[in-house]
C-alpha cells in the first residue's frame, strides 16, 4: 500500500498556540493548588482534551463561571469567548490566559468596532459553533445596529439589509458559502463592508486536499468529528473520491481501507500529528 499525506494538514498556527498555551498554565500552575480550567472545550479533538484532563485540567462551561475561586487558571480557548465572559473572570480575579486565535480576536474586533459605528452586523457561520458565539458577545447594540447570524445565502435573502452593513465570517467557514452570501449582499447594497476573514489555514488545508483526493483511491480524514474544519474536509473529499471516511483515530479505520492501492490521509486544524502517526502506522501494519 503506497500512503500519500497531504502537504498541508493538522494543527493550525491558533490551535497549537491554544495547546501550547494550556499545556505551559498546567506546568507552571499544577503544583500551586489553584484549579485548572479552560472555558469551554479547548480544541475540537477529544484525544487532546482526554490528555489535558489527565494532567489535571477541567473544562469550564459559562454558568460555572460563578463558581472559579480567586487564583484559579482558566485558559480561553482557540474559538474566544465573550467579552462579558472575560469581564466577569477579571472581577473574579482569576489568572486568565487568554488563547483566542489572533484572526478570531481581530474578528472580535471588528465586530465591536463596525458596530459602535451604528452598522447592522452580519456572522457567516454555524451559529451554535463557540467562534461564532464569541464574535455575538463584541457586537455593541448601543448605537442602533442590528446582528445578524447567518448560515447560507437563503438566510440572507430573508434579511432586508439597511445601508449600513457589514459581514464577517467564522474563520473556519466554507469559503464558498460565504463567495454566495457575499455575492448576494453586493448585489442589493453594493457599499456593504465585506470582511475576508476566512482563515488562510483553512483554504490551505482544502487546496492541499483536492489535489491529493485526485491521486488516490481512498482518503482518510483523521480529527474531531464535532470539528467544523474537519467536516469540511471530508465533504471536499467525497467530491474527487468516492471512498471518504472521517475518523478520529485509528482504531476507526474501516475494513476496506486496508485493500486499496494508494490511501490519501489528511487532517483537521484540530488534530495532532500523533493522531495522523497512528493512523498510518496501522494501515501500513495491516494493509493486505
Known sequence: MEIIRASVMGYCMGVERAVNAALETIKGKKDSGVKLHTLGPLIHNPLVLKQLMQSGMTV???????????????????????????????????????????????????????SKKGYDIIIAGDRDHGEVKSLEGFFDSSCGGKL??????????????????????????????????????????PDAVIFNSICRATLERQESLENLAKEVDAVLVVGGKQSANTRQLKELALKFCPHVELIEDESEIPQDFYSYSKVGITAGASTPLFSVEAVEEKLRKFSH
Request: negative net charge; charged residues 25%.
Open 60 to 114: 469550564l462551561n459559562e454558568d460555572e463561571i460563578q463558581d472559579v475561586s480567586e487564583g484559579d487558571a482558566v485558559v480561553i480557548r482557540a474559538h474566544g469567548t465573550t467579552a462579558e465572559n472575560l469581564e466577569r473572570l477579571r472581577k473574579k480575579n482569576a489568572f486568565v490566559v487568554d488563547a483566542t486565535c489572533p484572526r478570531v480576536k481581530q474578528s472580535q474586533k471588528r465586530v465591536q468596532e463596525w
Open 148 to 189: 445578524f447570524v447567518v448560515q447560507n445565502s437563503k438566510e440572507v435573502e430573508a434579511i432586508q439589509l439597511s445601508q449600513k452593513t457589514a459581514l464577517i465570517s467564522q474563520t473556519t467557514f466554507s469559503p464558498q458559502k460565504y463567495d454566495s452570501i457575499i455575492h448576494i449582499i453586493q448585489e442589493i447594497n
